[in-house]
């Protein structure tokens, strides 16, 4: 079973960015879509931005504009690089991975890394 893992959370000023990396223990190429959710407090956890193996990205239209999903697959790593971040953003974000057909903003996740905090300040 593939294991993810996520860095790169932490806290920052209104407008200001942030660089999400996942790492995770196998290829993904053509084997996952990959994609990026994020669990608010009291909230279900959201898909926040996919990223198929033919480069194919989707975005919840909260982010969109804002945040860019990438896959560097030689070293198993995936980003989410998030920019013009405002409070509404601060959440537990999450790594996820998924088998099977289709990749898109509507993924459901069946792997998932263990989470990083963002928070954001006004």
Same mark, same amino acid.
Request: proline letters at 2%.
């Given at each position: 079973? &593939?294991?993810?893992? #996520? ?6 000023? *209104? ?5 999400? *990396?996942? &790492?995770?223990? #196998? ?29 194919? =990205? ?18 198993? =790593? ?9 409070? #509404? ?29 963002? =928070?954001?300040?006004?």
């Amino acid at each position: 079973q &593939v294991q993810l893992l #996520e860095s790169g959370g932490g806290s920052v000023q *209104s407008g200001g960015s942030l660089r999400l *990396s996942c &790492v995770s223990s #196998e290829y993904t190429y053509d084997k996952y879509c990959m994609g990026w959710f994020r669990q608010l407090p009291g909230k279900e956890r959201e898909a926040v931005a996919a990223i198929d193996s033919d480069g194919s =990205t989707s975005y919840a239209e909260s982010v969109k504009g804002r945040f860019t999903i990438s896959q560097e697959y030689a070293k198993n =790593t995936m980003y989410l690089q998030m920019d013009e971040l405002n409070p #509404e953003d601060t959440a537990m974000y999450y790594c996820a991975a998924e088998s099977g057909v289709g990749c898109d903003i509507r993924m459901r996740g069946d792997y998932w890394g263990q989470g990083t905090q963002v =928070t954001v300040s006004p």
